[in-house]
């Protein structure tokens, strides 16, 4: 009886989720970029040099209030964002979409970045600090104090929270354990202890110790993968050009049936792409403010300069080395989808052990990263909903979640984080655009500023 039980919930969310992930939130999601790109004049074309500086050279203003570096910011957010779905989701959607879908998947990522902008000035600007002087912001305080709608900021932050559980924590724990099993022939559960203690001992000290852990972890795992897949893209350096040609052409025109390969049509492979481009980078999700609003800033639009960087690494240099790779080795109409697919894509492409060894170090390593930014933005929500005193409670409570998910089947709880990732837009969404005008302003106001400091 508990079996059909949980069965007929696993349908009913898997259902829902189905529902929630279709084209009328893919288009709210793509829209909102396109119309924040229109309403800011392309500020992630103009300003994306400047951008990657603030980020990567200067990485920090000083005196300044806040908890973490601009670049310790960035680190946490992208360490919730560069995870399985830059190594399984970009598989899934060229494996169901063809070839075009890596580029539905950058046109999520660069109208994507003025929605990541738009976010980071917002979290900024209405961020508040607690009474044990953390800063604390995001889509539920932007709601709340931009809208004065607080009812729609605890949805948010409510939706947040249950998500937290899932795809930022035993999801991603489960995700660690079948791989670690599968190539080192580790148990589940030494899996599960051990990432309980990896993760318990970074997040007991707040914000300020996932900051300088993903400052550290981020960049080391993002430019090993990324090294990887640079070795396969010059070793076949001469068919890049047929490989970016097929990858313009499919997104135009049907793809027919090959090998594995059951054939899409446009829509489908636009579907595909954009879903889990969005998917990837989670631009307009409203999780990564949480983490731009603990950053030490003068100015909102600093920030969001530097946040709007993490969507451009994301989906536009780290989905690219995994689509590439996928299409250059031509494993990708093999019928095999998601990590697996990857991973015979980089032994393929690399000599030896060296492939397989660097698919599940990523997935290792992105997973535990999401783990360490997902408890943030759970805590944060938490403590929205309940109160500073909540914060400690929670965060032991995620610990044991981490434990738990690396044992469990996770069928139903990724149907239910599928439904409650997706829900978090829907209150996001409504602020960014109700509250564009302020964010126009701000950013009218910073570079009118700065252009007569130059006079």
């Known amino acids: 009886m508990a079996q059909q039980i949980l069965h007929n919930l696993e349908l009913f969310f898997t259902a829902v989720g189905n529902f929630i992930w279709g084209w009328p939130l893919i288009i709210a999601l793509v829209g909102t970029g396109i119309w924040l790109t229109c309403l800011l004049k392309g500020i992630q074309f103009r300003k994306l040099w400047h951008a990657l500086y603030l980020a990567l050279i200067v990485r920090k203003e000083q005196d300044s209030e806040g908890d973490i570096s601009h670049f310790q910011a960035l680190m946490t957010a992208l360490s919730a964002t560069v995870g399985t779905g830059n190594i399984a989701g970009v598989a899934t959607a060229i494996a169901a979409g063809g070839p075009g879908a890596l580029f539905w998947m950058w046109i999520t990522g660069l109208v994507g970045m003025a929605t990541k902008y738009a976010e980071a000035v917002l979290a900024v600007k209405y961020r508040i600090q607690d009474k044990y002087g953390s800063m604390s912001g995001g889509p539920m305080y932007y709601i709340s104090r931009g809208l004065g709608w607080k009812w729609l900021g605890v949805a948010f932050a409510l939706f947040a929270s249950i998500a937290a559980f899932g795809i930022g924590n035993m999801v991603q724990s489960n995700s660690v354990a079948d791989a670690v099993r599968a190539t080192f022939h580790v148990p589940h559960y030494i899996t599960g202890i051990v990432l309980m203690v990896a993760t318990g001992i970074v997040t007991v000290g707040g914000i300020k110790s996932i900051g300088k852990v993903t400052g550290v972890l981020v960049p080391v795992m993002i430019v090993a993968y990324v090294l990887g897949a640079l070795v396969i893209l010059i070793l076949k350096i001469q068919y890049i050009p047929a490989a970016l040609g097929l990858i313009i052409e499919k997104a135009f025109t049907p793809t027919a049936k090959i090998g594995g390969f059951l054939g899409s049509s446009v829509m489908l492979t636009m579907r595909m792409g954009i879903a889990r481009g969005v998917f990837s980078n989670e631009s307009g999700l409203g999780s990564a403010p949480i983490a731009a609003a603990a950053a030490m800033t003068k100015n909102p639009v600093t920030q969001a300069l530097v946040s709007m960087t993490q969507t451009f690494i994301d989906t536009i240099v780290v989905c690219t080395m995994t689509g590439l790779v996928l299409i250059l080795t031509g494993v990708w109409n093999t019928g095999d989808t998601g990590a697996s697919l990857t991973s015979i894509a980089f032994q393929k492409g690399l ?72 829900l978090m837009a829907l209150p996001n969404l409504i602020a960014l655009i109700a509250l564009s005008p302020v964010i126009a302003g701000e950013t009218k106001k910073y570079f009118d500023r700065k252009n007569q400091q130059l006079f």
């Open 351 to 422: 000599p030896g052990y060296w492939g397989n060894l660097i698919v599940t170090m990523g997935l290792v390593l992105f997973a535990y990263s999401t783990l360490l930014g997902w408890s943030y933005y759970g805590e944060k929500s938490i403590e929205y909903l309940l109160g500073e005193r909540a914060v400690i409670p929670y965060r032991w409570v995620f610990v044991v979640f981490v434990g738990i998910g690396a044992v469990l089947k996770l069928n139903l709880v990724w149907a239910m984080a599928d439904v409650f990732n997706g």
